[in-house]
């Protein structure tokens, strides 16, 4: 989407639906350069792109026939946010639980580099391609900021006094939750043979998998440089 950050350096995954056998093109502003893929059977099709060192903003052009266009996209560092409570906790913390330092990053949040999107919160039986968002990449602002991530965001933050240069975080998570409601299936099942069996003493979101179909499945194609996890008491 607008606003995002490709991880720089690499092919950076792009990815999406057109009529099937539909000739898809995709041009880049930081080179000039066209893609061309052709959509499958099912409708999707994914290329990936060349990306520069970091910098921007730039925009991406994709059309099958009808145009969009993605703008004020950089380039940059890609980092995904996950876990429970410890992780989905906000800037401004939660009640009666403060934030050392909240009030000083929300005031100071401004900054253009620093881009963050937020994944709704939702469960699934069967793996996503998709996941929804309420507010899309967002560039850091006092009202952004506040309501993100708080270990995402000082980590990002760190990573941008290091390193100078955009930071991409996408926040994925959910209080309260174990462990296994983040891992596919098959993996849940070579960790724990009976685990499918042990689901019946859960209620969603902890099931087996629900949240990684939702909530991590849909961004396994996001080219990204890492992932930070925080998971806490639940298990």
Same mark, same amino acid.
């Given at each position: 989407?607008?606003n995002m950050v490709l991880q720089q350096q690499c092919n950076a995954n792009l990815?999406?639906?057109?009529?099937?056998?539909?000739?898809?093109?995709?041009? @880049?502003? /930081?080179?000039?350069?066209?893609?061309?893929? #052709?959509?499958?059977?099912? !409708?999707? /099709?994914?290329?990936?792109?060349?990306?520069?060192?970091?910098?921007?903003?730039? !925009?991406?052009?994709?059309?099958?026939g009808e145009a969009i266009v993605l703008d004020n996209v950089m380039i940059g560092?890609?980092?995904?946010? !996950?876990?429970? !409570?410890?992780?989905?906790?906000?800037? *401004?913390?939660?009640?009666?639980?403060?934030?050392?330092?909240?009030?000083?990053?929300?005031?100071?949040?401004?900054?253009?580099?620093?881009?963050?999107?937020?994944?709704?919160?939702?469960?699934?039986?069967?793996?996503?391609?998709?996941?929804? @968002?309420? *507010?899309? /990449?967002?560039?850091?602002?006092?009202?952004?900021?506040?309501?993100?991530?708080?270990?995402?965001?000082?980590?990002?933050?760190?990573?941008?006094?290091v390193l100078g240069i955009p930071i991409g975080l996408i926040e994925t998570d959910?209080?309260? *939750?174990?462990?296994? *409601? /983040?891992?596919?299936?098959?993996?849940?099942?070579?960790?724990?043979?009976?685990?499918?069996?042990?689901?019946?003493?859960?209620?969603?979101?902890?099931?087996?998998? #629900?949240?990684?179909?939702?909530?991590?499945?849909?961004?396994?194609?996001? @080219?990204?440089?890492?992932?930070?996890?925080?998971?806490?008491?639940?298990?």
């Open positions: 989407g607008s990815w999406g639906k057109a009529a099937p056998s539909k000739k898809v093109t995709v041009t @880049t502003s /930081w080179d000039n350069r066209k893609y061309t893929v #052709q959509a499958a059977a099912d !409708s999707t /099709w994914k290329t990936a792109v060349a990306t520069p060192a970091a910098g921007g903003p730039y !925009s991406i052009r994709i059309s099958d560092e890609v980092w995904i946010c !996950s876990g429970q !409570s410890n992780m989905q906790m906000p800037v *401004t913390g939660f009640p009666g639980q403060p934030v050392v330092g909240s009030n000083e990053a929300i005031l100071n949040g401004t900054n253009s580099d620093i881009r963050m999107f937020v994944v709704r919160r939702e469960v699934s039986d069967r793996p996503l391609d998709d996941c929804n @968002t309420d *507010t899309g /990449w967002q560039e850091a602002t006092t009202e952004s900021v506040a309501g993100f991530t708080a270990v995402g965001y000082f980590f990002g933050l760190n990573l941008y006094k959910w209080g309260g *939750t174990r462990i296994e *409601t /983040w891992m596919d299936m098959e993996t849940a099942q070579k960790v724990e043979q009976n685990q499918v069996e042990k689901d019946k003493n859960h209620q969603a979101p902890n099931k087996t998998a #629900q949240l990684y179909n939702a909530m991590i499945h849909p961004l396994v194609n996001y @080219t990204a440089q890492g992932f930070i996890w925080y998971q806490g008491e639940s298990n």
